[in-house]
């Protein structure tokens, strides 16, 4: 027990003086906490858009004052005619045109009809869309003023409501994927990696030749980063709450065990890399292939499963993160109780048993 | 008192016999060199004395544990340095120490005050805080083998313990291979440099998993008419049918 604390304490040092890495390590949640939550949000702040409004009337004047003022949008550029319009899309001025038209308010008035079209730069398809939303929905409410002031009922307006997430808030949604991808490269790749290291340079030879355990040296080296992990549990949960506001709407407790689950699965896929591997190049492009990338593109951290094709559907099973991700967004924002997770938490312990068998099996092997 | 036996002993990998029946005895305190060119089987018939496999057949024991039925026993027992090995770049000199005599149950007390010998022996006193990376390579060698030796174990078995060092700090290398075998330190030793064999009280040549040749350095140039042990080494390894690794 006594050479173990040695062992660990060795592993820490390891770590520790290589303050490139350690900076990495622990820096990462802060990094990805901060870029997804205000750099890279699904959300469309201030963005710049272009008018062209022939009837000038009190009407249009009103929505173009909504749009205006709205934190969604930025009035960009007027426009006198159709011909200007697609300059300001190529130069980027632009990601949506209004163009009302001629005698809107005479129209609106007078037959209850009126126009406006609404073009959007769809290079990128998603902001379009959301363009295209936000920009309906102030019209919308628009008109609802107008009918209101006027008591002349000429439109239905049709309702839209955000369950969980009332803001839209893109925050809600990345924290228990960044949290599945930060466990995943710490404990599955760079616990590799350091295995690999010693087998790289030799002194694995030498700890084995030794009469410490070939399992204690593993678990040794598997310690740090379980502690690392969990100060990274730590770090992304309290910015989540404190920075971005995202609540822990759920159990803590529950949460906390279901991501050591999460951290334990992963460390066992680091173990099962490292004993299949024999360079740390290699042990980093495998987990770095076979785990971070599936990470991000198959575990609905990005894009929703739902909408993959089947065969990709039936491949996302088999990702530990879907399933920390789905149980982290039950238990942290829907708020949801034991029972919900009870599937997650499930299938996460099969395959923590299933890994950890299959690694030990092959690191015996290579002893033999 | 013998330290190593080997009787007939065998490692096959599938259809490949990487050790051929070898067979040989080590006294206490003595310098054995394990010669070979590379794919002979040395590392493999090593890998079995340290423990680390056990053989297909044939019987082996160091100091007196069976390799088969007490590995645990023999790791306890013996040192190990290799070439590759030059301790942990990234922990400091009196660190290593520490690590590597902690692995081997050496006591705290026991730690601190031999730590402070060897490093007056070795003249490495004001290196106590020093990085191991920042040594010259010949420096890190003999600490390394200091380290093997720490523990005070029967037997230490050196891979190739001298690669890429000059001839000079080569020289007190085995200067302090001399002083652990006055301690009662049996060496085993495999190396490239034919000067190094010179050094040994006997010398085993392996070919092709079979030992083709085992006797004093002096024997066996006589025995082959040869001046040197550089001549007789290339004599056997012409033998070779194996091609190596």
Same mark, same amino acid.
């Given at each position: 027990m006594?050479?173990?604390?040695t062992?660990?304490k ?5 770590i520790?003086?290589?303050k490139?890495?350690?900076m990495? *390590?622990l820096?990462i949640p802060?990094i990805?906490?901060?870029l997804?939550g ?5 959300? +469309?702040k201030n963005s710049?858009i272009a008018i062209?409004d022939p009837?000038? %009337?009190n ?5 173009i004052d909504?749009m205006a ?6 009035v960009?550029?007027?426009v006198?005619?159709?011909d200007e ?8 001025k632009a990601?949506l ?5 001629e005698r ?7 037959s209850g009809?009126a126009q $406006?079209?609404l073009i959007?730069?769809a290079? %990128?398809?998603?902001t ?16 609802? %003023?107008?009918?209101?002031?006027t008591?002349?009922?000429f439109?239905?307006?049709t309702?839209?409501k955000? *369950? ?16 599945g991808?930060?466990?995943? *490269?710490?404990?599955a790749?760079m616990?590799s990696?350091a295995?690999v ?8 030879? /030498?700890l084995l030749v ?8 593993i678990l040794a080296?598997? /310690?740090?980063y379980? $502690?690392?992990?969990c $100060?990274?549990?730590?770090t992304? *949960?309290?910015l989540?709450v404190? +920075?971005?506001g995202v609540?822990?709407?759920g159990?803590?407790?529950?949460l906390?065990l279901?991501s ?12 099962? +890399?490292?004993s ?10 495998i987990?770095g ?6 990470v991000m593109?198959?575990?609905g951290?990005m894009?929703p499963?739902?909408?993959m094709?089947?065969p990709l559907?039936w491949?996302s099973n088999m990702i530990p993160?879907k399933w920390?991700?789905?149980? +982290?967004?039950n238990?942290?924002?829907k ?5 919900a997770v009870v599937?997650e ?7 923590a048993?299933v890994? /950890?068998?299959?690694s030990?099996?092959?690191f015996k092997n290579?002893?033999? | 008192m013998k330290?190593i036996?080997?009787?007939?002993l065998?490692k096959r990998f599938g ?6 029946r070898?067979s040989f005895?080590v006294e206490?305190?003595e310098i054995?060199g394990f010669?070979?060119a590379n794919?002979a089987?040395k ?5 079995m004395?340290c423990g680390?496999?056990?053989p297909t057949?044939?019987? =082996?024991?160091?100091a ?5 039925k007490?590995?645990?026993?023999i790791?306890r &027992?013996? =040192?190990?340095?290799s070439q590759?090995?030059?301790l942990?770049?990234d922990?400091?000199v009196w660190e290593?120490?520490?690590l590597?005599a902690?692995?081997y149950?050496?006591?705290k007390?026991?730690i601190?005050?031999?730590t402070?010998?060897?490093l007056?022996?070795l003249?490495?006193?004001s290196?106590r805080e ?6 010259p390579?010949?420096w890190k060698q003999?600490l390394?083998f200091?380290v093997?030796i ?7 078995f050196?891979?190739?313990p001298t690669g890429?060092?000059?001839?000079v700090?080569?020289?007190q ?6 002083e652990?075998?006055l301690?009662g330190?049996?060496?085993?030793v495999?190396?490239?440099?034919m000067?190094e ?8 040549i392996m070919v ?8 004093s ?6 025995q082959y008419n040869a001046?040197?042990?550089?001549e007789?080494?290339h004599q ?7 091609? &190596?690794e």
């Amino acid at each position: 027990m006594k050479q173990f604390g040695t062992f660990i304490k060795k592993e820490f040092y390891h770590i520790f003086r290589d303050k490139r890495t350690m900076m990495i *390590l622990l820096g990462i949640p802060i990094i990805q906490i901060i870029l997804f939550g205000f750099a890279i949000t699904t959300e +469309v702040k201030n963005s710049n858009i272009a008018i062209w409004d022939p009837s000038k %009337d009190n009407a249009t004047r009103a929505i173009i004052d909504r749009m205006a003022t709205s934190k969604y949008f930025d009035v960009a550029a007027y426009v006198e005619n159709s011909d200007e319009i697609t300059p300001l899309f190529r130069k980027g001025k632009a990601g949506l045109v209004i163009c009302f038209s001629e005698r809107f308010n005479e129209n609106l008035l007078h037959s209850g009809k009126a126009q $406006v079209l609404l073009i959007a730069d769809a290079t %990128d398809p998603n902001t379009a869309t959301t363009l295209i939303n936000y920009a309906t929905a102030i019209i919308a409410s628009g008109q609802q %003023d107008m009918i209101s002031q006027t008591n002349i009922p000429f439109r239905i307006t049709t309702e839209t409501k955000f *369950l969980y997430n009332p803001q839209m808030n893109g925050a809600y949604n990345f924290v228990p994927g960044v949290l599945g991808m930060i466990l995943m *490269l710490i404990c599955a790749m760079m616990t590799s990696i350091a295995i690999v290291r010693e087998k790289e340079t030799g002194t694995m030879e /030498v700890l084995l030749v030794s009469p410490m355990k070939p399992i204690l040296i593993i678990l040794a080296k598997v /310690v740090p980063y379980f $502690v690392i992990s969990c $100060v990274n549990l730590a770090t992304v *949960l309290l910015l989540s709450v404190f +920075v971005l506001g995202v609540p822990v709407a759920g159990n803590l407790f529950l949460l906390i065990l279901v991501s050591m689950l999460f951290i334990f699965v992963s460390l066992a896929l680091g173990l099962l +890399v490292s004993s299949l591997t024999e360079s740390q190049m290699a042990a980093m492009l495998i987990s770095g292939m076979a785990f971070m990338m599936p990470v991000m593109l198959l575990s609905g951290m990005m894009f929703p499963i739902e909408s993959m094709p089947l065969p990709l559907q039936w491949l996302s099973n088999m990702i530990p993160a879907k399933w920390f991700i789905i149980a +982290v967004k039950n238990l942290m924002i829907k708020g949801t109780e034991l029972s919900a997770v009870v599937k997650e938490i499930a299938i996460l312990c099969i395959m923590a048993v299933v890994i /950890v068998i299959v690694s030990l099996s092959k690191f015996k092997n290579r002893l033999e | 008192m013998k330290v190593i036996e080997a009787d007939n002993l065998v490692k096959r990998f599938g259809d490949f016999t990487a050790v051929d029946r070898i067979s040989f005895e080590v006294e206490q305190g003595e310098i054995f060199g394990f010669l070979g060119a590379n794919g002979a089987g040395k590392t493999t018939a090593m890998r079995m004395f340290c423990g680390l496999s056990k053989p297909t057949s044939g019987i =082996g024991s160091v100091a007196g544990f069976d390799i088969s039925k007490k590995p645990e026993n023999i790791k306890r &027992s013996i =040192g190990y340095m290799s070439q590759k090995f030059s301790l942990y770049n990234d922990l400091k000199v009196w660190e290593n120490i520490r690590l590597f005599a902690g692995i081997y149950g050496v006591s705290k007390n026991e730690i601190a005050i031999k730590t402070d010998e060897l490093l007056k022996r070795l003249n490495f006193e004001s290196e106590r805080e020093t990085l191991v990376k920042d040594l010259p390579l010949g420096w890190k060698q003999k600490l390394a083998f200091s380290v093997s030796i720490f523990h005070n174990p029967k037997v230490v078995f050196l891979d190739e313990p001298t690669g890429g060092v000059d001839p000079v700090t080569r020289r007190q290398f085995w200067e302090l291979i001399y002083e652990a075998t006055l301690k009662g330190i049996t060496v085993f030793v495999t190396t490239h440099y034919m000067d190094e064999a010179e050094y040994c009280n006997r010398v085993s040549i392996m070919v092709d998993g079979r030992i083709e040749a085992l006797d004093s350095p002096k024997n066996l140039k006589q025995q082959y008419n040869a001046v040197s042990m550089d001549e007789v080494f290339h004599q056997l390894a012409r033998k070779a049918v194996r091609k &190596s690794e």
